[in-house]
């Protein structure tokens, strides 16, 4: 029995690849999965860029933190605000440290790296201890979004195919503009002459309410809109993915596409001027030359599914971290 922390913070994306990590390895090899949430304290904005500071200086719980349950056999951590605490606990219990990102100055300290090949990572040195990924680490399929989808019996009655169209917005180096969003409504449109498609909609925290004011306002087809932002309202996300037929996402998340295209359906980007950065255009050019995806632009010019399934790409990252850390 392998024992497996997984370190949290207040980072959604980061929390989801990690536990998704975690999860794939046991479906592989039988292992306890024990989860601790690191809250930050004030000193959490000061970098630690020489890897001088002191492993836990930024953490507000690290009593809580360091009682664990089992000693661990693996760490693993995504980003660079959770790589000092776990090469604190590492050095506390001898333990492997698998850890997602590049996690800096530190990194000759780790066992094992992820890294997404778009990251476009060229650190020979370090090359015997990266496994590259095709995208985001996600454990999303049917069998896991069934549940989910049963509290959304409605969607299951909509008798026009459904796609679902997940939506993103401003992040670190582009946005989407309320021009691209317009552009977004209308080819919504354009697909659905036939008016046979229902559209399943939502957008992300990320997401302007002038973008989402645009979308409701121009789009003419059949659709439901699910604003992230409405706490008081159970978001229907993993019920979209479930119920589609097809998917359109923004190239703005690597996270989105890689959630999509595990689900082995056809799959299609949309992209604008500003809205993906270089290294979000290399990954779905990957994606594309691999066939896992297609331009909305191309759309019902010929039937498309997807050709490789991404489910057994993540297997493969699973028994090759197992293998190489020597857990079975």
């Not at 930050?40 to 002191?54: R, T």
């Not at 333990?95 to 890294?115: N, R, V, Y």
């Not at 997940?166 to 021009?179: A, M, R």
């Amino acid at each position: 029995m392998v024992n497996i922390l997984v370190l949290q913070d207040n980072r959604a994306g980061n929390n989801k690849q990690a536990l998704s990590v975690a999860e794939l390895i046991a479906r592989e090899i039988p292992s306890n999965i024990e989860i601790k949430k690191v809250d930050y304290n004030s000193l959490n904005i000061v970098p630690n860029i020489l890897g001088i500071m002191p492993k836990f200086y930024h953490i507000a719980n690290k009593k809580e933190v360091l009682e664990l349950k089992h000693k661990p056999d693996l760490i693993i951590a995504a980003g660079r605000k959770l790589a000092s605490v776990a090469l604190g606990i590492k050095n506390i219990y001898d333990c492997k440290w698998l850890q997602l990102m590049w996690p800096g100055s530190i990194a000759h300290h780790t066992d094992l790296l992820l890294i997404p090949k778009h990251d476009n990572l060229r650190n020979w040195f370090y090359k015997n201890k990266i496994i590259p990924t095709l995208g985001t680490p996600t454990i999303i399929n049917d069998a896991k979004l069934k549940g989910e989808a049963a509290q959304f019996p409605n969607l299951n009655l909509i008798q026009k195919r459904k796609i679902a169209v997940l939506v993103g917005g401003k992040h670190k180096q582009g946005e989407l503009t309320v021009e691209a969003t317009r552009s977004l409504a209308n080819m919504l449109d354009a697909i659905n002459q036939d008016s046979k498609i229902h559209y399943l909609i939502t957008t992300s925290r990320r997401t302007g309410t002038s973008q989402t004011s645009v979308l409701k306002q121009s789009i003419c087809s059949d659709y439901e809109l699910f604003e992230p932002n409405n706490n008081n309202i159970l978001n229907p996300y993993n019920a979209y993915l479930y119920y589609a037929d097809e998917i359109i996402v923004t190239t703005d998340s690597i996270a989105m596409l890689s959630e999509a295209i595990t689900l082995n359906k056809p799959v299609y980007y949309f992209d604008a001027p500003q809205l993906s950065s270089p290294k979000h255009k290399r990954f779905y050019k990957e994606l594309e030359d691999l066939e896992l995806i297609k331009n909305i632009y191309n759309y019902g010019n010929q039937e498309f599914h997807p050709k490789i399934n991404f489910n057994d790409l993540n297997i493969q990252i699973a028994q090759k971290i197992i293998n190489r850390l020597a857990l079975n």
